[in-house]
């Protein structure tokens, strides 16, 4: 089963920026949709962006569009989340997920996503 592996998490001031990184373990990565997820103390995880398996097509969350850019590297089997201007709200563990099924659309349905990456913490100060 491939693994994926988020890193690039840390402790930032309002408004700086950080880029996340998650790596997959498998040759398959290219052929699927991906996505970042969070999940802040005390509250469901929540969609934040996802990427066909293209790169061609991104989808992201009100709250974040104009901050975030997801993007991804097939030849380094590594997509990222570049977030810019970072709020308190956006406190949260990161997790990267893969889209079940190979070449489908992407989507906001965390159902939709099989395999979960252990999570990295961002942490925003005011």
């Known amino acids: 089963q491939e693994q994926l592996v988020e890193s690039g998490g840390g402790l930032v001031q309002a408004g700086g920026s950080l880029r996340l990184s998650c790596a997959a373990s498998?040759?398959?990565?290219?052929?699927?949709?991906m996505g970042w997820f969070r999940q802040a103390p005390g509250k469901e995880r929540e969609f934040v962006a996802a990427i066909s398996w293209s790169g061609g097509g991104t989808d992201y969350r009100d709250s974040v569009k104009g901050r975030f850019t997801i993007s991804r590297d097939n030849a380094k089997f590594t997509i990222y989340l570049q977030m810019n201007s970072l709020e308190p709200e956006d406190t949260a563990v990161y997790y990267c997920?893969?889209?079940?099924?190979?070449?489908?659309?992407?989507?906001?349905?965390?159902?939709?996503?099989?395999?979960w990456g252990q999570g990295t913490q961002v942490t925003v100060s005011s």
């Open positions: 997920a893969r889209r079940r099924g190979s070449y489908q659309h992407i989507t906001r349905f965390e159902d939709d996503y099989a395999n």
């Open positions: 498998g040759r398959t990565f290219n052929n699927y949709a």
